[in-house]
């Protein structure tokens, strides 16, 4: 059912929803929302339309040059000087200056780690949320961080051998991030046995017993910045190092810090300092009732009123948002707050989709859906007034269990998640500073509906499609006043590179994509522009995603090179991940890497790293064996059906996926865009065939089916692989991907699962 008004045509539930759970309290009455509501999409659903209308220009300009011109393009140059012509590549501004005030310290000052989280997964959202802070001791002890050889497994009950690598791991990161005065000469924190704090000096220091009797200092007495408890025995010992918070608890009553000599029970890293809760690739929303539960998450997130029942240990409790922590300062007299969870952000749709939710009247076409990057900005927005007028209130119990760190909780707490007052939205997948100025302008128009100062949206902009990556400095002055962040993206930025050039010449494995020339310049590239635009100390500068969960050891071994590369802030998959990704941020100091950078001659490097940009990775030499093209095309096939099964059957858009090799893989729609791009790729120059690739997906759907046994939501596909039956919509809609990939709007997955969804979901 539909109600009219302003123009618009709205779902009478999500009327509801806005009318009986958004709105009040704000002091925006309901008329003057779906008015100003209705003027908005007016004025702007048209020209989202023309945006979309030249990216298909462009597109169709490419095609036609590559058709003219296949394979690896021969003159350079010439390229360059085509892409300028049509309007594809922009030149530079000379100067640009980034502006944004009044961000938190999470985006400007702080380096450390981001969460994206499916909004539609409240468990997942509220565990995201409280990962601010996490225990080192669980995330070494549970995962392959910790080596299981010699008998120190992980299974089973505790194992006081694999206990003891843990706790000598947590000293060294303590000798290492915070020393003690006479570290050079052999203390360690691995020899304390007691901890206290002196105040009697009138500001406060930190007093580290020994083995031998010695009692020494901090080599930095500053990085003590608070504790709790009693001074002379404290339960918790907080330390700063590179802006990250370091707590020592000491609990001498739980078995491990039973078995310390200094009572040391854990150590809790400050982590996830960022969470991006996601209405994008990580969620499936097709229509009103997905949009509604989406946006009651995000309401509930910033009132502190969203809890999830969680079963654990044989006993079920009510999972909440964490309190702020508190702290006395080491003077002993006054109290430091720290905050308790993840700064928040939202990801919004971009520009491509429409959603049923909310048909607008138009004069020439009729009653059509409204842009859905339209609709998620306007009532994503109104919803965050929550947070901008300090509505949000403790619900619940916390964690449910206690977190054994002495940061207690009570409810009807205040909480807030913008302290500086601003909302954060990402805004994926614009191509070029007209989309990005398009945003800007869109979040302006939903400022003055709901009265708020100009630039109080700051938005996040991910830097993954081509046409952006060539024009990252442009597209920060499209919206100086307003970035808080950029981010590389590789997976999508790859699924754009393969349907930008799909009529080149055939694609690189995927595998040699990561060497390609292209991709060393993307990285590169995104840090100095965003450097170069003033966005150290104002803003995120991020890196992508490490989608194994469940490989730690190589995430740490490997994901240093991010804060290496002077990015203040990169993506990781879970809780545990960040935790143990916060160790990279005290063993690089972000801050100094981004100034040495940015004494880097950007513009000299200007056209080495566009050519770069402009390098198509379509193979030299596409001379593959059968057993390479056959390898490439199973491992893509089973990664798509075992994503696009979740999403079409059970409207699960990001999960642990297991791929070919049985290893769990973080998946959302930019694997999934990739992957189909690449075969539709290879089906058009004729490196696969399509009966190869009906036999190929034949095949893994029975393979997709096996891995998936043990779900009891799970529908099998392969049976729609026998002749004359197709009632398996997931396996149908895989196949769509592959064989109308190259007729998707810049290679996109959303059109064709949406429609196949809608299928689902209307029975």
């Not at 095609?63 to 010439?78: M, S, T």
């Not at 490997?558 to 879970?574: F, R």
């Not at 593959?624 to 858009?653: C, K, M, P, T």
Request: net charge negative; charged share 20%; glycine share 10%.
């Amino acid at each position: 059912m539909r109600t009219t008004l302003h123009g618009l045509q709205v779902d009478t539930a999500l009327l509801a929803f806005i009318d009986d759970e958004v709105l009040p309290d704000t002091g925006v009455p309901a008329s003057h929302f779906w008015a100003g509501f209705g003027a908005i999409v007016r004025d702007l659903a048209p020209r989202n339309a023309a945006l979309l209308a030249e990216r298909e220009r462009l597109q169709a300009d490419i095609d036609a040059w590559h058709l003219a011109r296949p394979g690896p393009i021969a003159d350079p140059a010439a390229y360059r000087a085509f892409l300028e012509r049509i309007g594809y590549l922009k030149m530079a501004p000379s100067h640009v200056q980034a502006s944004a005030t009044q961000v938190d310290a999470e985006l400007a000052l702080q380096a450390g780690p981001q969460l994206v989280v499916p909004i539609l997964n409240a468990r997942y959202a509220l565990n995201a949320a409280n990962a601010r802070w996490g225990s080192l001791y669980d995330a070494l002890y549970g995962t392959d961080a910790i080596a299981e050889d010699g008998g120190a497994t992980r299974a089973g009950s505790y194992n006081p051998l694999r206990g003891a690598r843990v706790i000598a791991f947590a000293r060294r990161l303590l000798d290492d991030a915070v020393p003690l005065a006479n570290h050079k000469e052999g203390g360690s924190h691995a020899d304390s046995t007691h901890y206290r704090i002196d105040t009697t000096s009138g500001s406060g220091h930190l007093v580290v017993t020994l083995k031998n009797g010695r009692v020494v200092g901090l080599a930095e007495p500053a990085a003590l910045v608070g504790f709790q408890g009693d001074a002379a025995s404290p339960r918790s010992v907080l330390l700063c190092h590179h802006g990250l918070h370091i707590d020592i608890r000491i609990d001498r009553s739980t078995p491990i810090g039973h078995s310390d000599a200094a009572g040391v029970s854990d150590l809790v890293l400050e982590a996830a300092l960022s969470t991006i809760l996601d209405l994008e690739d990580s969620v499936a929303a097709i229509d009103a009732a997905d949009k509604i539960a989406a946006y009651r998450n995000w309401l509930g997130i910033l009132k502190g009123t969203l809890t999830e029942q969680v079963s654990k240990g044989g006993k079920t409790f009510e999972r909440g948002l964490n309190a702020d922590r508190r702290y006395l300062r080491p003077d002993g007299r006054s109290e430091l707050v720290l905050h308790g969870r993840s700064l928040m952000f939202l990801r919004n749709v971009g520009h491509l989709m429409t959603n049923p939710a909310v048909l607008w009247e138009s004069d020439k076409d009729g009653a059509r859906e409204i842009p859905e990057g339209i609709l998620d900005a306007v009532i994503t927005t109104t919803i965050a007034l929550h947070d901008l007028q300090r509505h949000g209130r403790l619900a619940g119990n916390g964690n449910g269990h206690g977190d054994g760190h002495g940061d207690g909780r009570a409810d009807g707490s205040a909480i807030v998640n913008s302290r500086a007052g601003s909302v954060y939205i990402v805004k994926p997948k614009m191509h070029g500073p007209t989309e990005v100025a398009f945003a800007a302008e869109l979040f302006g128009r939903v400022e003055q509906l709901l009265g708020l100062p100009d630039s109080t949206v700051k938005l996040g902009i991910m830097d993954e499609e081509r046409r952006t990556s060539v024009n990252l400095k442009a597209c920060i002055a499209a919206a100086a006043s307003r970035v808080a962040f950029i981010n590389t993206g590789f997976l999508d930025r790859t699924g754009d590179e393969i349907h930008t050039a799909m009529l080149a010449g055939p694609m690189r494995r995927k595998g040699d994509m990561k060497s390609s020339e292209w991709i060393a310049a993307y990285e590169r590239n995104n840090v100095l522009v965003g450097l170069q635009c003033g966005l150290r100390g104002r803003a995120q500068i991020g890196k992508g995603m490490w989608a194994m969960p469940d490989l730690m050891a190589a995430m740490l071994a490997q994901k240093i090179a991010h804060p290496q590369a002077g990015a203040n802030t990169a993506w990781v998959p879970s809780p545990t991940a960040a935790t143990l990704h916060s160790l990279h941020y005290h063993q690089v100091d972000v801050a100094a890497v981004q100034q040495a950078l940015e004494q880097t001659d950007i513009d000299g490097q200007r056209d080495t790293l566009l050519a770069g940009l402009l390098t198509v990775p379509v193979a030299a030499d596409p001379n593959w064996s059968a057993h390479e093209r056959q390898q490439e095309l199973d491992n893509n096939v089973q990664g798509i059906l075992g994503y696009v099964v979740r999403w079409i059957d059970q409207g699960v858009g990001c999960s642990k996926v297991p791929d070919i090799h049985n290893v769990g893989l973080m998946e959302d729609r930019a694997t999934l865009r990739i992957s189909s791009q690449h075969i539709a790729n290879w089906l058009h120059h004729g490196v696969v065939s399509q009966a190869q690739v009906h036999e190929t997906f034949q095949r893994m759907a029975a393979i997709v089916d096996r891995q998936n046994a043990g779900d009891p939501l799970y529908r099998p596909m392969a049976g729609s692989c026998e002749p004359g039956r197709n009632d398996s919509f997931a396996y149908r809609a895989a196949l769509d991907l592959v064989f109308k990939g190259r007729e998707q709007p810049s290679g996109y997955t959303e059109p064709l699962l949406h429609a196949w969804r809608l299928k689902v979901k209307g029975g």
